[in-house]
Structure formats: C-alpha cells, structure tokens
C-alpha cells in the first residue's frame, strides 16, 4: 500500500514560517505529479501548488504566489512546501497528494494517493 505521511504542522504566529515535509512508503516521488491542497474548516479542500514528475510547477490561486514555495529532494525522496509570512487564513490542515497524471490540476477527484495531513494554526 503506498502511503504519503506529511509532517511541519504546527502553531505559528502570523508572519512566521514553516517547512512542511511529505514522505513516501514504498515508491519513489518523483515518478508522480506531487501537489499540497490544504482545507480549513467549513471550506473545500484547495489546490496550493504542485510539481510534476517532469519538472513543471504550478502554484494556485493567491495563497501559494510569493510567499509559499514546492520543492522536491530525489536523494530523500522528499517533496517540502516552504510557507513563509504566514496568515490566520493559512490554517489548515496540509495534505500532500500524489497523481500518476503528468500535468497538474487543482481537481483533487484527480489525485490517487493522499496522506492524512498535518495541521498549520496560525494565529497570535
């Protein structure tokens, strides 16, 4: 069974930064198209950027330009997503996601494989 497992979450006061890191068991990141979608409660679940196994990034929506940053290291085979300046609307719980599809997309009915999450608080 291959398993996803995030981990960075923590309470952060606004303006702080995170490292959120997500992990595999059992294959190799870079053979998927890796995305982090966050949700908050009440609200749907929302694309925040992704890279694809080919290189290409794509960073969604206001949120993820100029403060949040997706990056991949093969060697640990690890994928981060580098938050910085964070604000109370960034909480959420992080998820990391995995596609077999070469592209991106934001629809998350997309993805095949999900991790549980890990939880962001942003607040002073």
């Known amino acids: 069974q291959l398993q996803l497992v995030e981990s960075g979450g923590d309470w952060v006061q606004p303006g702080g930064s995170l490292r959120l890191s997500c992990a595999a068991s059992d294959f190799t990141l870079n053979r998927y198209t890796i995305s982090w979608f966050r949700q908050a409660p009440g609200r749907e679940r929302e694309a925040i950027s992704c890279l694809t196994m080919n290189g290409g990034r794509v960073d969604y929506g206001d949120s993820a330009r100029g403060r949040f940053t997706i990056a991949r290291d093969n060697a640990r085979n690890m994928v981060y997503l580098q938050m910085n300046n964070l604000r109370p609307e960034d909480s959420a719980v992080y998820y990391c996601?995995?596609?077999?599809?070469?592209?991106?997309?934001?629809?998350?009915?997309?993805?095949?494989?999900w991790g549980k999450g890990t939880l962001v608080t942003v607040s002073s």
């Open positions: 996601a995995a596609s077999r599809r070469p592209i991106c997309t934001p629809d998350y009915t997309a993805i095949n494989y």
